[in-house]
């Protein structure tokens, strides 16, 4: 069984750091795309992240870019998200996705984890 | 980076009306175009792929279709459990996009 499992999230000040890891169990991790999807309190779905399955290529919302890093451990079947100088608009559920071989889309989802950044 | 719009925000329906959600992309996104349903408190579920490709264990009064940039997501005869939010997003680029989701509520 396919499962992804989030943690790390929790209460963060505006401006701190936070590491959120996601455990990937039932599938071999290291053939897929891997992704971060968020969803702020009342709104929408929000595409964050996602990383090759090699590593080897990264990208990112406009948003985030040069403070959120993506990274994953293909040994360790773990999903990353470092996230730094964070704002209160980062404030949000966390879902770690896994993308379906062909065509991109999120095939499984985890449940997510909230963060929550405080002013 | 390609910008995702659904129409309407939201729509307020009985069981058994049929259901239209329009998603359009502000570029050509040829047919990546992937449906989601979710419910409150839980994570989204893919519909469609695709374009028009059902998912395996969804329900085949959920159709969709449509490329390039307008696509079009069907419920032929609304059911108690499809009231929910849908969104759509494109997978044609690497930085993938959402639609600001349609809320389907109970009239």
């Given at each position: 069984?396919?499962?992804?499992?989030?943690?790390?999230?929790?209460?963060?000040?505006?401006?701190?750091?936070?590491?959120?890891?996601?455990?990937?169990?039932?599938?071999?991790?290291?053939?897929?795309?891997?992704?971060?999807?968020?969803?702020?309190?009342?709104?929408?779905?929000?595409?964050?992240?996602?990383?090759?399955?090699?590593?080897?290529?990264?990208?990112?919302?406009?948003?985030?870019?040069?403070?959120?890093?993506?990274?994953?451990?293909?040994?360790?079947?773990?999903?990353?998200?470092?996230?730094?100088?964070?704002?209160?608009?980062?404030?949000?559920?966390?879902?770690?996705?896994?993308?379906?071989?062909?065509?991109?889309?999120?095939?499984?989802?985890?449940?997510?984890?909230?963060?929550?950044?405080?002013? | 980076?390609?910008?995702?719009?659904?129409?309407?925000?939201?729509?307020?329906?009985?069981?058994?009306?049929?259901?239209?959600?329009?998603?359009?992309?502000?570029?050509?996104?040829?047919?990546y175009l992937n449906w989601y349903q979710q419910k409150p408190g839980k994570a989204p579920k893919v519909l469609i792929f695709g374009a028009s490709t059902l998912q395996s264990g969804v329900p085949s009064r959920f159709s969709g279709s449509g490329s390039g940039t307008a696509f079009t997501l069907t419920i032929s005869s609304l059911q108690p459990e499809d009231f929910a939010t849908y969104y759509c997003q494109q997978s044609y680029t690497?930085?993938?996009?959402?639609?600001?989701?349609?809320?389907?509520?109970?009239?």
């Amino acid at each position: 069984e396919v499962q992804l499992v989030e943690s790390g999230g929790g209460l963060v000040q505006r401006g701190g750091s936070l590491r959120l890891s996601c455990a990937a169990s039932g599938f071999t991790f290291s053939n897929y795309w891997m992704s971060w999807v968020r969803q702020a309190p009342g709104t929408g779905l929000e595409w964050v992240a996602n990383i090759r399955q090699d590593g080897s290529e990264k990208y990112y919302v406009d948003s985030v870019k040069g403070r959120f890093t993506i990274s994953r451990d293909n040994a360790k079947n773990s999903l990353s998200l470092q996230m730094n100088s964070l704002r209160a608009e980062d404030t949000a559920v966390y879902y770690c996705a896994r993308e379906a071989i062909y065509g991109g889309y999120v095939d499984f989802w985890g449940r997510g984890t909230l963060v929550t950044v405080s002013s | 980076d390609i910008q995702m719009t659904q129409s309407p925000s939201s729509l307020s329906a009985s069981v058994g009306d049929r259901v239209t959600i329009t998603c359009r992309a502000s570029q050509s996104i040829r047919n990546y175009l992937n449906w989601y349903q979710q419910k409150p408190g839980k994570a989204p579920k893919v519909l469609i792929f695709g374009a028009s490709t059902l998912q395996s264990g969804v329900p085949s009064r959920f159709s969709g279709s449509g490329s390039g940039t307008a696509f079009t997501l069907t419920i032929s005869s609304l059911q108690p459990e499809d009231f929910a939010t849908y969104y759509c997003q494109q997978s044609y680029t690497t930085t993938r996009t959402f639609g600001q989701g349609t809320k389907v509520e109970f009239k």
